[in-house]
């Protein structure tokens, strides 16, 4: 493998990076209030789009650059690194276009994609429900054909974003009178999220920030045209979908502000006259997430070559994941451990090293792992899918 980026790939990691200089010289964000993928921003989504940055990998006939993901991978490791509001288009550019692109009909395309790549619509995913998380199957919203529609009932769940998104990416039960398997009965629609009998209620997590949802949906009329893919196809059609969200470096990366500031932090702060870095135990454990994080960037562009390939990367993504969630895991909680009580001070409070950004991290932890798939399912897909640990 060669672990060399093309002078291409460098002049347009050179250009991503003139990019957010010039646009946070010009205070168009502030990365602060951006930490854990919270940066919803259109008019730095628009920026975006005139750049021609949405929608980077699709194919040219759909509106994209046909670039590959190694390209994609470089733009979001710098975006990243900025903490740059990318929030508006990021789950539409990473999911919902690639899965239209695959299973839409022509009509379906022809009405979104136009709009995803120009960032004027926003989609959440609603997938997850109060008893169905990483078993998607068990989804028990359902989807009754009536007449030029269906008829939609039940509850989603952690639904990021659902209060801001124009569309959701439903999940829903079409069949679910049948004695069929629940995974041969599910489907994937196109949801107005502002459609009558749409309710979305706020769910605020540990760290005070509003993020998750409730959405109920209650008799809600979805045109039969906004089905995507074939009917009681959905669980395959998300399977694949899930290997591309499992893979990307926000995986590494979503609160790359806490290792840069652990950094300074032992670098410039002293306890009982010496540098927190001359203490031979901060130094361990430092050089320990220093490795790690260089082992999950690899990783991280291995699954993108992987896909360069013309390969579905399964087995990569969830090794991928796996390692990098648990690193950023590690970090937070090495972070509070080493900025002692001061770290566990929240945002807003003067005392808190660098606005608090450790403890906030520390709190959204739980839910690296977790969202996405948990670890324990990846670990299943790595020993069923990737090492043939099973009976034949």
């Not at 990998?57 to 390209?71: A, L, V």
């Not at 009965?185 to 196109?190: A, G, Q, V």
């Not at 002293?270 to 997430?289: A, C, F, H, M, Q």
């Not at 090293?353 to 399912?377: F, H, K, M, N, R």
Request: glycine content about 8%; hydrophobic content about 35%; overall charge negative.
């Amino acid at each position: 493998m060669d672990f060399d980026f093309t002078d291409e790939q460098k002049r347009f990691r050179e250009e991503v990076q003139d990019f957010l200089k010039s646009e946070l010289e010009q205070g168009s964000f502030d990365p602060r209030q951006n930490s854990m993928g919270r940066g919803f921003s259109q008019e730095f989504s628009r920026k975006m789009a005139r750049k021609g940055w949405i929608g980077l990998t699709w194919p040219k006939e759909y509106g994209g650059q046909g670039r590959s993901y190694m390209d994609r991978l470089i733009l979001m490791e710098e975006m990243l690194r900025a903490q740059a509001p990318i929030a508006f288009h990021f789950l539409t550019d990473r999911q919902v276009g690639p899965a239209l692109i695959h299973f839409g009909s022509e009509e379906l395309k022809r009405e979104f994609l136009p709009r995803i790549i120009e960032a004027e619509i926003s989609f959440c995913l609603c997938f997850s429900e109060p008893d169905a998380g990483s078993d998607l199957a068990s989804v028990r919203t359902t989807a009754v054909e009536e007449g030029d529609y269906y008829l939609v009932n039940g509850q989603k769940l952690w639904t990021s974003m659902g209060h801001r998104a124009d569309y959701g990416w439903l999940l829903a039960k079409t069949n679910p009178d049948s004695n069929l398997p629940d995974h041969k009965t599910l489907s994937e629609f196109i949801l107005d999220m502002k459609a009558p009998g749409v309710t979305v209620q706020p769910l605020i997590n540990i760290a005070e920030v509003h993020s998750f949802n409730e959405v109920f949906l209650d008799d809600v009329r979805i045109p039969k045209k906004y089905l995507v893919g074939k009917q009681d196809k959905g669980f395959d059609q998300i399977m694949e979908q899930v290997v591309y969200e499992r893979a990307g470096i926000e995986r590494l990366m979503q609160n790359y502000t806490v290792r840069e500031h652990l950094l300074e932090y032992v670098k410039t702060t002293k306890k009982n006259g010496k540098y927190l870095w001359e203490d031979p135990t901060i130094r361990n454990v430092i050089s320990t997430l220093e490795t790690e994080f260089n082992i999950g960037r690899l990783l991280c562009y291995s699954v993108a070559w992987t896909i360069d390939q013309g390969k579905v990367p399964n087995y990569e993504a969830s090794v991928c994941k796996v390692f990098c969630t648990q690193y950023e895991k590690r970090l937070s909680d090495i972070a509070t451990q080493i900025m002692g009580l001061y770290g566990q001070l929240l945002p807003g409070s003067k005392w808190a090293p660098y606005d608090g950004v450790a403890a906030e991290s520390y709190l959204w932890s739980p839910s690296y792992t977790l969202q996405g798939g948990t670890v324990e399912i990846l670990k299943n897909i790595i020993a069923l899918r990737g090492l043939k640990l099973q009976t034949k």
